[in-house]
């Protein structure tokens, strides 16, 4: 005789919220066991999305208005962290109003209340299954939603603090979400702002802060400042959106303002690829720069440290020049900050990229300290150069 058993997947999530009649004074918090039960067990993270969807649907039902979500998981990059999720916390901003913050512990999965949570319930299961006589029927995750429901519901909110819903996910809830561009860093960061700004950007910070006034998005307020890092803004953009190579920066686009859109993401501290002018004495495609100021644009004409004049209303980046340090072998482009004190300025619309990661070069001289581009990234800066030049392709 063969035996089988059918499994299920549950999906824990813990809602902290103020009750109704909470106030400053008399504080009232109320928390929400959530439970996702699915046939589906690939806990995949369309279907971590699904849930939260079916998650704030409950909300809009009951009424329940909000407009800030604090999320806390762990490292998982299966289900959590990872670029097309960064992309849907970026589109839930602009399409609910509700600003996301997605908080993480350290790599790889954790342990937490929610596996407790989630034992109960699996040990109330086996107990209802082991029962001699007139245990229930559980052949699925539909009759296990069912009987949850029925044996331990939400409790009466007017007496209790602590209830429990159970909800049954199906592949209607699951929707497939497009592919996106790495975010570069992002292993090392641990807090993730959403934006509902139209250039597809998120808010990184290396450093979590749990006081008080960052949970209320008062960062000038923060009493852990001198060590928590302030927010980076960072692409997310999905690949099949536009013409973009598959590194983290943006290709050139004409439907903006100004003819550029990658030169919106420039952030202090960047950095960031000018293109270069054909025929220049460097031999070289673009120029690499940090950024010292974002963009932004004149009111007064001003003179940058090259001696350029620049005119009432330009619109330009700031920042000082990595120059490309002389080697033999000119397949490797090395780079060295040069007269750091000197800041430039370049039109916003010379910006092919941003944001690129730059690598110590641990070859000769060793004497100095230069920079390697990946190579990956390299060709992604020449591939949007060649995009720029030849937007329709007539050229290949």
Same mark, same amino acid.
């Given at each position: ?23 400053? *004074?008399? @504080?009232? !918090? ?27 649907? +409950?909300?809009?039902? @009951? ?19 990872? /670029? ?9 901003? %602009?399409?609910?109003? %509700? ?17 407790? /949570? ?17 245990? /229930?029927?559980?052949?699925? /995750?539909?009759?296990?939603? @069912? ?23 199906? *592949? ?18 641990? +807090? ?6 139209? +250039?597809? !950007?998120?808010?990184? @910070? ?30 997310? %953009? ?97 780079? *060295? ?37 990946? *190579? ?21």
């Amino acid at each position: 005789m063969y035996y089988h058993s059918t499994q299920v997947s549950i999906f824990v999530q813990i809602a902290f919220m103020h009750a109704d009649d909470s106030t400053e *004074e008399d @504080r009232k !918090v109320v928390r929400e066991y959530h439970f996702y039960i699915s046939d589906d067990r690939t806990h995949s993270l369309e279907f971590v999305q699904g849930c939260f969807k079916v998650f704030y649907d +409950s909300l809009r039902e @009951r009424n329940i208005r909000y407009n800030r979500h604090l999320i806390w998981s762990d490292n998982c990059t299966a289900q959590f962290k990872n /670029a097309r999720m960064f992309y849907w916390l970026t589109r839930m901003h %602009v399409t609910s109003g %509700v600003q996301h913050f997605w908080n993480f512990t350290e790599v790889g999965h954790g342990k937490g209340e929610h596996d407790g /949570a989630g034992a109960c319930v699996k040990r109330a299961l086996a107990r209802e299954e082991l029962k001699y006589e007139g245990g /229930a029927e559980l052949v699925n /995750a539909e009759t296990i939603v @069912r009987l949850c429901k029925s044996t331990m519901g939400p409790g009466n909110p007017s007496t209790s603090l602590v209830h429990r819903y159970f909800w049954l996910i199906t *592949e209607s809830n699951i929707q497939n979400y497009l592919d996106c561009c790495t975010v570069a860093g992002s292993s090392d960061m641990h +807090s993730f702002m959403s934006s509902n700004s139209s +250039s597809l !950007v998120i808010y990184t @910070r290396q450093m979590v802060c749990f006081f008080s006034s960052c949970m209320y998005c008062l960062w000038e307020e923060c009493e852990s400042k001198e060590w928590v890092d302030k927010w980076s803004c960072r692409p997310s %953009v999905p690949i099949d959106s536009y013409q973009i190579p598959k590194a983290l920066q943006l290709s050139q686009m004409e439907t903006s303002v100004d003819f550029d859109h990658v030169s919106d993401l420039v952030d202090s501290g960047h950095v960031y690829a000018v293109v270069a002018e054909e025929n220049n004495e460097e031999g070289t495609y673009y120029y690499l720069c940090r950024c010292v100021e974002p963009k932004r644009k004149l009111t007064t004409t001003i003179i940058d440290g090259e001696g350029i004049e620049y005119p009432i209303g330009s619109v330009f980046v700031t920042g000082t020049w990595l120059r490309r340090y002389p080697i033999k072998n000119s397949d490797v482009w090395l780079f *060295e900050d040069f007269e750091t004190h000197r800041h430039i300025l370049h039109f916003s619309n010379l910006v092919v990229a941003t944001n690129i990661h730059l690598m110590k070069y641990r070859g000769r001289p060793h004497n100095n300290i230069l920079w390697k581009v990946r *190579e990956f990234d390299h060709e992604a800066i020449l591939d949007t150069i060649w995009v720029r030049a030849d937007p329709e392709g007539s050229l290949d």
